[in-house]
């Protein structure tokens, strides 16, 4: 006969998982600031283009609001090995999106302009992917928590997704200048209004 887990066991296992997720977490921000870092001690070296700073911002936040929110998890009445997975596949996709914003050279294009206008199919494609696994993320903490987040939240993630098959179809300045501070300020705004405050 199968027993009831035990809470407290399930938070220590948690806990394991969380040093998993920090991991991750802790690279991707590490990737940011250090090509960051980069672009202030060798400014000259590659032109910079303010959309493509827009997006590493944008991941850099989306980033900490992930550590944060995943604190939720903490709750999980039942932790199986489906479920680690497809969290710590939702960190990983978070890190790969960061490695993609900054790669390793661009020495194979003008500028950071050309790489972000030449590969967007990539970022886009994965930030897309990444509003989807948010659902199945979300869902995970309950439906009384979901409920909560309210009509907004399935219409923010359908948003994000159509805007990234746009930005995906076209190279038109205007549109991906628009998106990214339109994203940026929705996330902070999204971040303020929804998770100041764990309960």
């Known amino acids: 006969m199968q027993h009831a887990p035990d809470p407290s066991s399930m938070a220590t296992l948690y806990v394991h998982v969380r040093i998993l997720l920090g991991m991750i977490v802790g690279l991707g921000l590490t990737h940011l600031l250090r090509n960051l870092a980069k672009i202030v001690e060798r400014p000259k070296a590659r032109r910079v283009y303010w959309v493509h700073l827009a997006w590493a911002l944008f991941m850099f936040i989306y980033l900490l609001h992930f550590w944060w ?15 680690y997975f497809f969290v710590t596949l939702y960190a990983l996709l978070l890190y790969l999106l960061c490695a993609l914003i900054f790669p390793e050279s661009v020495d194979d294009y003008q500028d950071y302009r050309d790489y972000f206008y030449t590969r967007r199919h990539w970022f886009f494609g994965l930030l897309a992917v990444m509003f989807v696994v948010d659902l199945g993320d979300t869902a995970i903490k309950g439906a009384g928590y979901l409920h909560q ?3 907004e939240y399935w219409f923010r993630n359908a948003a994000y997704v159509v805007a990234c098959i746009g930005a995906i179809a076209t190279r038109r300045p205007a549109y991906h200048g628009s998106f990214a501070v339109a994203a940026l300020l929705y996330e902070l705004s999204w971040i303020v209004r929804r998770y100041e405050v764990l309960a």
């Not at 929110?69 to 479920?83: I, K, P, S, T, V």
């Open 149 to 151: 987040l309210g009509g």
């Open 69 to 83: 929110w995943e604190f939720r998890l903490a709750h999980q009445a039942h932790w199986d090995f489906n479920l």
